[in-house]
Every structure is written in structure tokens, then in C-alpha cells.
């Protein structure tokens, strides 16, 4: 497997000998350790030059795919599709540098684009890593010899997606959360170290949809909370008992972002005109909306919570801030297209997925205010024609990460 590496230069690395670091480098799953999409990094850019921050490297062949990142200890883990194979892959962070890959799974297809879909999860000296088709992988994390793999649909009885298996499983404890959907239960759970199946929820056997889970305690009682297609439920830890849940009127094509939790309030919110909404988890089984509305139609590029305020592309009004408290709208701004959103020390890194501009905003309920921006280059020749620049920015060790399917970026944005 070829990889094609752009170093950076010596000065730099020696600098960075001598700069005390105010950065925890690791980014272990999904949105980050508490999936809110905070990066842990302080003293970034706050501005960007001309042309953007300066590159690092590019690997030019972590293969096809939507696949984001976990960044732990110095290396890089995602999924890229192969020659018909898709790959769980650690990449060096300092080189860009390929490590080692090992096999998922068999390719998926599908017409918005070939290849695995989920961020892997790195926990302890392993990754779990969910291909396309559905295929749970877990790997030893030196060098990714395979460890166990559960199937969704063979093992756990689920039934593939329109789109194929896209949440980012959880890792909790001594479990794994994931998805499988269908009869035998939407949500599962399974020994982390054996794979041996835990539970799997038997009030609700909806299909799996594309959104991932999460994990609070909540008056005392620890609980994974999912949406699907028609509701969102909270289900707890230990026995996969379901506690409660929640009506959601998208109903149609594919409900996606993450939920966000805090302090007894769970948000939702996803496109094809459904908008969000807040509950208040009350102890009843069906909690009661403290609002809803269609300010925030949000398809994929996620929301993030930073404060009072909601940030993420709405389908329509284009850039919000939405106010937690109430769900009102604070501003609007189409001044870059759709796509995804990510947030590090005091700013939002907000992707064009059409373009691949990356524009550098601060988080603020008082409007958009731009400090930078620069466009991917080069980008992908291999993307489907309807497939757009969908992979999530990261920040992390002072270093923001993009893709654009076989295409891995590495820039300095630390101040």
C-alpha cells in the first residue's frame, strides 16, 4: 500500500522542542471523549493568514470512504476502502506516515459513495472499529491484529441501512454500545473483551438509522441515549431496560446528528424539514418538550453546545446560533455553504462540503465573525458525483485534520 507523505520541516519540528505544549493530544472516539465535539486544545490560531495555516503533511491513501478520526497517543485510526476491502488504518501523527492496517470487512456500496462511514473508538491498548456492512472489529492498538468481530446482521439480527451502518460505536466501561437494529433490538451491548452479547433492548426493535449513541448519568442512574428514525430513547446501562422515550416527526429518508445531553435536558435535532427539540428527562417514560421548533435542521455536519448556544448548519437559514434555553434563532449567515462544524479553544472550524473551504469563525452569540479561510487543494479525483467532502474537521495536539476520501491533511494551527 503506497502512502504519499509531505513532512514538515525541521526548524518546526525542533521549535516544537522548545514551545511548552498546552495541548492533550488525545482524541480517543467520536466527537471527542464525551462526544460534545470539544477539542481539548488551548492556545490556537485566532486568526488565520493569508491562504490559511500552513500544512503539515497529506497521506494521499487511507483509501475511500466518509471515515473520521480517533487520535490517540501520537497516531491516527480510520476506515478507507481497499481494492474492494475496507481497512481499519493508524497513521502516524507527526509524519502522516502509515503504521499498520488491517481488515474490517467486505466493501459497501452505494451511489453517494463506496467505503466505511463511523470513526473508530480507542479504548486501552484496543479500537473497535464498525465497517459499512456492519462488521464490529475489535483490534489490538500496537498493530492492529484482530482481536474478536460480531456481525450486526448475522449475529445480532439486524437489517443493513439504505445508507450502511454509520454511528460510531461506544465504549463504556466494560462494554460495547452499538446498533444493530431490528427484531432482536435496536440498541446492543457487548463484552468488550469477548464480544460476548450483554443485553439488547427488547421494548424497541426499530431499524438501525445513522445516528450515534451517547452516554450520561442521569438522577443517579447511568444510561445510553440513541435517536432512530421515529423517536429517541434512554435505555439503562446495565440491563438495556428501556427508561424512556420521545416522539420525533422526521419519519422520511435518514436522521443522523448526535443528540447532546446536559444537566437532566436532551437535544435533538436532524433535516428533511424536521427541525429540534429539548425535553427535560423528568423520571416519567414519555418526558415532556420544554420546546420545539424548525430552527435547526441539521442533515449531518453536526451541533455542537458551547455555553447557551447551539452552532450547525440548518437546512434553509444556513449557519445558526440557537439559543439552548428557549430553541429561539440568535443569528444566521449563509456566508459559506453547508457542511460540518467542530470546536476548539474559543472557535468554530466550519466546513463547506461542496467547496471544501474551511472557514474559521468565533464562537460567539453576537454573529458570525470570520477570522480565516482557505480551500482544500488538491481534492480527490475518486469521490462519487454525488458524493460531497462530508468527514468532520478535528483538532487535536494543536493540529486540525480533513479528508477528502484517500486524501488525509494535517495542518499547524497552534498559535
Not at 465497517?131 to 443493513?160: I, N, P, Q, Y
Not at 441501512?161 to 452499538?178: I, K
Not at 457487548?190 to 424497541?204: A, C, F, H
Amino acid at each position: 500500500m503506497k502512502t504519499q507523505v509531505l513532512s514538515f520541516s525541521f526548524a518546526a519540528a525542533m521549535g516544537g522542542l522548545f514551545t511548552l505544549s498546552t495541548f492533550a493530544a488525545d482524541w480517543p472516539q467520536w466527537r471527542g471523549a464525551d462526544r460534545a465535539d470539544h477539542s481539548p486544545d488551548t492556545g490556537l490560531l485566532k486568526t488565520w493568514p493569508d491562504g490559511g495555516p500552513k500544512r503539515v503533511w497529506m497521506n494521499t491513501d487511507v483509501g475511500l470512504g466518509y471515515s473520521g478520526y480517533a487520535i490517540v497517543g501520537g497516531r491516527l485510526y480510520t476506515l478507507g476502502l481497499r481494492d474492494g476491502t475496507e481497512y481499519l488504518i493508524a497513521v502516524d501523527t507527526k509524519t502522516g506516515a502509515e503504521v499498520w492496517s488491517t481488515k474490517v470487512g467486505d466493501r459497501l456500496e452505494n451511489r453517494w459513495g463506496d467505503g466505511p462511514r463511523t470513526t473508530p473508538s480507542v479504548d486501552g491498548d484496543r479500537i473497535y472499529a464498525l465497517g459499512g456492512l456492519g462488521e464490529l472489529v475489535c483490534a489490538r492498538l500496537s498493530d492492529g491484529k484482530e482481536l474478536w468481530s460480531v456481525s450486526m446482521t448475522e449475529d445480532l439480527g439486524g437489517k443493513l441501512p439504505g445508507w450502511g451502518y454509520t454511528e460510531s460505536v461506544l465504549v463504556d466501561g466494560d462494554l460495547v454500545v452499538c446498533t444493530p437494529g431490528g427484531a432482536n433490538g435496536t440498541l446492543a451491548a457487548l463484552d468488550k473483551m469477548t464480544s460476548e452479547l450483554r443485553w439488547q433492548t427488547k421494548g424497541i426493535t426499530a431499524d438501525a438509522h445513522y445516528s450515534s449513541p451517547i452516554v450520561f448519568e442521569h438522577d443517579g442512574k447511568r444510561q445510553y441515549a440513541k435517536l432512530i428514525e421515529k423517536q429517541a430513547f434512554g435505555v439503562d446501562a446495565k440491563t438495556g431496560d428501556v427508561l424512556w422515550t420521545t416522539d420525533w416527526p422526521a419519519g422520511r429518508t435518514a436522521v443522523i446528528p448526535t443528540p447532546i445531553y446536559e444537566d437532566g435536558l436532551f437535544y435533538i435535532t436532524s433535516d428533511y424539514g424536521a427541525g429540534s427539540k429539548q425535553i427535560r428527562l423528568d423520571g416519567t417514560a414519555e418526558p415532556e418538550d420544554v420546546w420545539s421548533n424548525k430552527v435547526m435542521k441539521n442533515h449531518h455536519g453536526g451541533v455542537i453546545k458551547v455555553g447557551d448556544y447551539l452552532y450547525g448548519y440548518s437546512g434553509g437559514p444556513g449557519w445558526v446560533c440557537q439559543d439552548w434555553k428557549t430553541g429561539e434563532e440568535i443569528w444566521a449567515n449563509e456566508s459559506l455553504g453547508k457542511g460540518a462544524i467542530h470546536y476548539a479553544d474559543g472557535m468554530l472550524y466550519c466546513l463547506d462540503e461542496n467547496k471544501g473551504t474551511v472557514v474559521l469563525i468565533e464562537a460567539t452569540p453576537k454573529g458570525w465573525n470570520e477570522k480565516g479561510r482557505f480551500t482544500l487543494d488538491p481534492q480527490t479525483k475518486q469521490r462519487s458525483s454525488q458524493g460531497k467532502i462530508w468527514t468532520h474537521p478535528v483538532v487535536v495536539d494543536g493540529k486540525l485534520y480533513l479528508r477528502d476520501q484517500e486524501l488525509l491533511y494535517c495542518y499547524d494551527v497552534e498559535s
